[in-house]
């Protein structure tokens, strides 16, 4: 699939993740791949969304024929569930 940065997109949340901090003593403890968290080559990530696109009405909004005249805000409230909805990614 093929895709230009700055395109929006419209997504279905499938889970969050809350990450802790890696403390001091697991930073010591730590591996050569896993010192490299918090750095350029493998930042730390607090929080982590998983979405997919695939599915009715879901990927480029231009697919769909949404690209520019979609409102901001626009099918809030239509999530099927606790930690599950729709969204547009700029």
């Known amino acids: 699939m093929f895709m230009d940065l700055g395109e929006k997109v419209r ?3 499938r889970s969050v ?3 802790s901090p890696p403390t001091p ?3 010591q403890t730590a591996t050569e791949e896993e010192k490299l968290l918090g750095t350029s080559a493998k930042p730390f990530a607090p929080m982590e ?3 997919d696109m695939n599915g009715d009405g879901l990927g480029l909004l231009s697919w769909w024929g949404g ?3 979609e409102e901001e805000g626009e099918g809030e409230g239509e999530g099927e569930g606790e930690g ?3 969204g547009m990614v700029e």
């Open 17 to 19: 993740r809350f990450n």
């Open 25 to 27: 003593i697991q930073l």
């Open 84 to 86: 599950e909805g729709d």
């Open 67 to 69: 690209g520019e005249g």
């Open 49 to 51: 969304v998983v979405g």
């Open 11 to 13: 997504f279905k949340v």
